[in-house]
């Protein structure tokens, strides 16, 4: 069973509907106990990060995404809140991957947020090679910059992370749910993960 965390965040619709797409049980839930309980956890986001940590902490929900010991797929702001700090309102977060959430600054008058579909470079096995030069959709104004953690890359304005992973925690900046067929394959690829 895969667990859905439930907060205030704004694309959990779209991710069920995505699982139920794949065919994939699952519940959408803000119980510490059926969250630990699932084989797998998906922590979706659209919001603001500060707003959202303060939710997350009030119900403790912080806390028991770091203790996970399966896999977890953090969307959006989902990854920007495992990373340790954002820029964005002077946010500290969960702190799974060791990076400095940054705000986009425009260099050639490209439009922050960044909105639409861009291209990505795999850099780790869990993002299927084949996926190389595929369109994924992103709609995003903080990025995380390349790392030892970085899985893909993709550019717009620089290299930044299009997705990361470290030991169980797995996550993406863009929309698997909102990619068409290079966003199911990128779910099927965690759903696969042990």
């Keep these: ?16 509907f995505a699982l139920e797409r794949l065919d994939v ?9 059926e969250i630990r309980k699932a084989d797998k956890v998906i922590f979706p986001g659209v919001g603001e990060a500060s707003t959202t940590m303060r939710y997350l902490k009030d119900k403790k929900l912080d ?8 896999p977890v797929l953090g969307i959006c702001l989902g990854m920007q809140l495992l990373c340790t700090y954002s820029e ?17 600054q425009p260099r050639n008058n490209e439009k922050v ?9 795999p850099t780790q096995s869990w993002i299927p090679d084949s996926l190389s030069g595929a ?22 304005t620089l290299p ?8 169980n925690f ?12 290079a966003g199911e394959k990128i779910l099927t690829s965690f759903l696969n993960q042990h």
């Excluded at 069973?1 to 069920?16: F, Q």
């Excluded at 806390?63 to 399966?70: A, F, P």
């Design 113 to 121: 947020p960044h909105m639409g579909w861009n291209s990505l470079t």
């Design 170 to 181: 797995y996550a993406v900046q863009f929309h698997p749910e909102k990619s068409a067929k």
């Design 25 to 33: 049980p699952f519940i959408i839930t803000d119980n510490a106990e």
């Design 63 to 70: 806390l028991v995404i770091k203790d996970l010991k399966q």
């Design 135 to 156: 369109f994924v959709y992103f709609v995003h104004s903080y990025y995380v910059p390349a790392n030892a953690a970085t899985a893909a890359i993709t550019d717009y």
């Design 1 to 16: 069973m895969i667990s859905v965390i439930k907060y205030n965040a704004g694309n959990i619709r779209s991710v069920a």
């Design 160 to 167: 930044f992370s299009a997705a990361l992973k470290k030991d």
């Design 88 to 104: 964005e309102n002077d946010t500290p977060c969960i702190g799974i991957f060791d990076q400095t959430v940054k705000r986009f």
